[in-house]
């Protein structure tokens, strides 16, 4: 609500978007986390991250309505030939497998709201 009846919209905006960065990095046990619109432009966010090219290997292990992957799997694979892994947390906020939270297991990961 802040957003919306602060003094500045733009700069209310930034102060959130901060907030949220700091806050779901923290809980995620990550060092950063980036805001994006949706979780198609965090997925992109994610290829960009890891400096993903048209010729590179990448596992996009999908956890929905709260249902993990089988991590420990993908995470194998992915060692044994060298891939990056991007998770696809889109519907998994607190979500764990074994004991590890979905999204931070991989190399980076993309969530929606």
């Known amino acids: 609500m802040e957003v ?7 700069d209310q905006r930034r ?11 923290t809980f995620m046990g990550r060092k950063y986390c980036i805001p994006t619109n949706s979780g198609t432009a965090a997925l992109h966010m994610c290829v960009a991250a890891l400096d993903i090219g048209p010729s590179d290997g990448v596992i996009l292990p ?17 060692d044994q030939h060298n891939l990056k892994v991007i998770e696809d947390g ?3 906020h607190g979500s764990k497998y074994k004991g590890r939270l979905c999204g931070a297991m ?3 990961a993309g969530f929606s709201m």
């Open 4 to 10: 919306l009846t602060g003094d500045s919209i733009g």
């Open 15 to 25: 102060i959130q978007s901060e907030q949220l960065s700091q806050e779901w990095a």
């Open 62 to 78: 999908v956890h929905i309505h709260g249902m993990p992957t089988d991590v420990d799997a993908v995470l194998q694979i992915a």
């Open 90 to 92: 889109a519907q998994s």
């Open 106 to 108: 991989g190399d980076v």
